[in-house]
Structures are given as C-alpha cells and as structure tokens.
C-alpha cells in the first residue's frame, strides 16, 4: 500500500531586508504519485501548487508542478489533501528566510499572513478574514512572550535536553457543499425521521442531524431519529469536511418544505415527507450558494486558526521529542456542537502530529517494495505522544457570516495542518542543540523535514557521537 504523496520544493524567495514582507516566490513543486495515479485528474502537479500560500500574502508567484512516476505503490489523498502538505512546504519557505535575515520565525508569520481585504491566490478578497484574531488569541491564552522567555532560560542552562516554541497560523479554503440528499419523514405519533447522505465515520454528522431537523421543525431533540446511509438516498462519498454541513442544509430545507406542507404546525398528528436534492440553488441557506456574485470562485469561505506548541528533545536519549503544550484556536463561525467539534478538532490536529512526525516509511531502492507495512516500523501516535497539556479554543463571536449552515463553519480537516507548528517547534529545539555542538551550522530550515522520526532527529542534531562513553554500575 501507498500512503500520502510526498512532495518536494525547490525555491528562491524574495524578502524585503527593511521589513521583513515577503515579496516574491518562485519555486517547482514534485509530488511522487507512486506507479498510478487513483485520483485521475485531480492528482496534478499544480494542486498543490495552488495551496501553497497557506496563511501568507506573498505579492508575487511564479509556481510550477509535476506528478512523478516511481517504482513505488500508488500514493493518494488523505485528510487535509493538498492543503496540509502545502502549509508544510510555505512554513519551510519561512523558516529558511528566518535563518537566511535577521527577522525571527514568529515575526515573520505574524507581519506576513493574510488580513481582511487581502487577496487570495484564487483572485478571491478576503472579506472575513479572522487569522489575526485567530493568532492573538492563542498567543494570549498560552502566554506566549512567558513562553518564550522560560524556553531562552532553561536552553541556556540544558546542553543536551532543549525546548522549542513556535506558533502556526492556518487557512483552509471550503468547496462547495451541494448536492446532498436529505428526506425528512413525520409519522402520525409525532416522531420525525431524517435520512441523509453522510456515512458516521464517529465525527458525529447523525447528531449534528437531528441537532438541526429539531431547531428548524421547533420540536424536542428525543423525537428525532436519524436512519443509517443508504444508496437509495444518494451514492455521494463523505469527506472533504463539507458532508455535514452540507447534509445539515439540505435537512434544514426539507424541514422548511415538511412545515410548509403541516401549515407550520407540528402539534396534529399528520404523515408527511419532504425530500431536498441539494441540487437547487438556495441563496445564503445551502452552503456554496451564495447570492454574492463573489460565490462564482471555487472558494466558498475560509476556515482559520492557529497553533502555539511547546516541545522538549533529549538529543541523547535519540526518542520522540515530548509535546508539553498545545494551544489551537480555531474559528468555528457558530459552532454546530462545540463538544463534537472540539473533539474533531483534537483528532485532525494528532492525525497531522502523525504525519509530520512518527508516520516515516521506507523503500527497497531497487524495487521499491515498502519496508515499513507493520507496526513495528510504522508508527501512528499513541497516548505518548499527543500534548500534556492541550487547549482547544474556538474564537468567540465571530459568526460565518457568509455561506454556513446556521452561520457554523466546517470542522475535521482544517486542525490537521495546526500540526504544523509542532514541526516548526522541534526545528527550534533541535537547532538549538546543534548551535550548541557547531555554532557554524545551525540552520535546520531546509535540513529537517517531514516526517521528524527519531532517526532523522538523530542525524539532525550532529551530534560528535564519538566523545560519549558509557558507563555502568551495580551499585
């Protein structure tokens, strides 16, 4: 088996020397798409290339991609497709601007990301643009600039166990969420039975279902039953983070239909049943429908957040780093059901911890077999590895005021590229060991990628493994 596609990123990057903006980027994008490509036409060169922006206004691109065939199984899509590798790849572009200037890492994010009335590079203005709230929130929740401060101490006086802080904004661009079926039944006791599209994967798309057939039909959420998927509802897949809400709006609009049909009462015993296609154009109800004639771009809104991590490497211990602390805010709009979503938010944001750091294959050189198909070799994260310390927070009174199902905004894959700022967190802890061995190379920017095993952490550090001796007593 394959796994995600491996992406490769040769730059030049224009920075202004007085400032710190970015002012241009100009780069080639490699993606291995193993010995087939399973997503067809969408599996390009430049998918990822479009999403490389991440959560920065750079004025000036100038990108180009390509799908390479290897020897290796057909790599594909996963959580967060295109948009995680891609914020991987800019946050590399700003840490090598940081090691090449004298601007640090977090000013550089701060002065550079998107802010209302920036544009895209979708050609689409920022008009609700929530990243800088999003960024001061966490920064003010984890007590950043205290954070920082204990981390400059305790490396000064560890020479071989060295903390990193880093701070990542996010931004993940929704699609379209139509076309979903949804049929609502009312049976002559009074109960209400919803049928919609979405597979429950346990992201909690049933509750989220009856959470608003029951606000929409103005009934008691215990009369609400949600029936199991079915092809003789629709054949449509679940993903892509729309499937919730947009099953969610088209209940809510067979919901209005059935009430239209009970002259907007649901206090007599009737049997009746309204199906919505998803297919109609519904301005401002049905996410992706907008009657803003902005809505003709392929990006419907922006899901924003951001990400404070705090990690410890013992270099000589050569094991995982430890995350003490995470701190991600994300902007949910009006969240749907905060406990679901919180939870969603905490599984995207470990899945990504996975793939930017335990998750490591390996291949045959000659045949390209995968050397890392058992446990013992591949390793997802376990209870070890997830933060000590893990506050999720949703940026308060910021409703989606454009194309959201009761103003909410989607959950699931937008927290997997928070991981990223675990990433950067141990480039600054195991940079600090290395300014520590050999003050002439400490720069990890494009030295220390994805993912960040024990091994590669191991070789990062340059450690003179040679003047270490071992000793051992009984006593």
């Known amino acids: 088996l394959g796994s995600r596609r491996p992406h490769r990123f040769d730059f030049r990057v224009a920075v202004s020397k007085k ?3 970015l002012q241009a980027l100009t780069g080639t994008v490699y993606a291995d798409q193993g010995c087939a490509s399973d997503f067809g036409a969408l599996a390009t060169g430049l998918d990822v290339a479009l999403c490389l922006d991440g959560p920065y206004n750079i004025l000036n691109w100038y990108l180009e991609g390509y799908c390479c065939k290897t020897n290796k199984p057909s790599n594909t899509y996963c959580r967060g497709p295109v948009f995680l590798p891609g914020h991987v790849l800019i946050e590399a572009v700003i840490e090598a601007v940081a090691t090449k200037t004298k601007f640090s890492a ?35 929740h984890a007590k950043f600039q205290e ?7 305790f490396n000064k006086e560890n020479l071989y166990v060295k903390r990193g802080l880093a701070l990542a904004p996010i931004k993940y661009a929704m699609s379209a969420a139509t076309g979903y079926t949804a049929r609502v039944t009312m049976h002559p006791d009074g109960s209400v039975l919803v049928e919609h599209s979405g597979s429950e994967l346990g992201q909690g798309i049933n509750v989220k279902q009856a959470q608003v057939a029951a606000q929409t039909l103005g009934c008691d959420l215990s009369v609400i039953s949600v029936a199991p998927v079915s092809s003789r509802i629709s054949t449509l897949p679940t993903g892509g983070s729309t499937t919730s809400e947009g099953n969610a ?33 519904e301005p401002d109800i049905l996410p ?14 922006e899901c924003f957040g951001a990400a404070i991590a705090l990690v410890e490497y013992d270099a000589l211990a050569a094991g995982p780093p430890s ?65 000590l310390d893990f506050d999720i927070i949703f940026l308060a009174n910021h409703p989606n005021s454009k194309e959201g199902i009761y103003s909410s905004k989607a959950v699931g894959e937008p927290a997997t590229l928070a991981a990223t700022s675990v990433l950067s967190a ?5 940079n600090a060991v290395r300014e520590d061995e050999n003050k002439e190379e400490s720069s990890l920017a494009v030295l220390l990628a994805g993912p960040a095993s024990p091994t590669a952490l191991s070789q990062a550090t340059k450690l ?12």
């Open 426 to 430: 141990i480039r600054h802890a195991v």
């Open 249 to 281: 709006a088209s209940v809510r609009l067979a919901c209005e239909k059935l009430k239209a049909l009970s002259k907007d009462t649901i206090t007599v015993p009737i049997s009746a049943s309204a199906t919505y296609t998803g297919d109609q154009v």
């Open 19 to 21: 400032s710190g903006r």
């Open 464 to 475: 003179d493994w040679t003047k270490f001796s071992y000793h051992h007593s009984l006593s």
């Open 288 to 301: 992706g429908s907008s009657s803003d004639s902005s809505s003709s771009y392929p990006v419907q809104y």
């Open 323 to 387: 995350i003490l602390k995470t701190v991600l805010v994300t902007d949910q709009g009006t969240s749907l059901n905060p406990n679901i979503d919180a939870g969603q938010a905490q599984g995207a944001f470990v899945m990504g911890l996975g793939y930017l750091t335990s998750e490591t294959y390996s291949f045959d050189p000659k045949t390209g077999v995968n050397q890392s198909s058992g446990t013992w070799e591949y390793k997802v994260p376990s209870t070890f590895d997830i933060p």
């Open 147 to 153: 954070l920082a401060h204990d981390v400059e101490r």
């Open 106 to 140: 977090q000013y550089l994010r701060e002065l550079n990301m998107y802010r209302v009335g920036d544009t895209g590079l979708d050609g689409k203005q920022m008009t609700d643009c929530t990243l800088p709230d999003c960024l001061h929130a966490a920064k003010r």
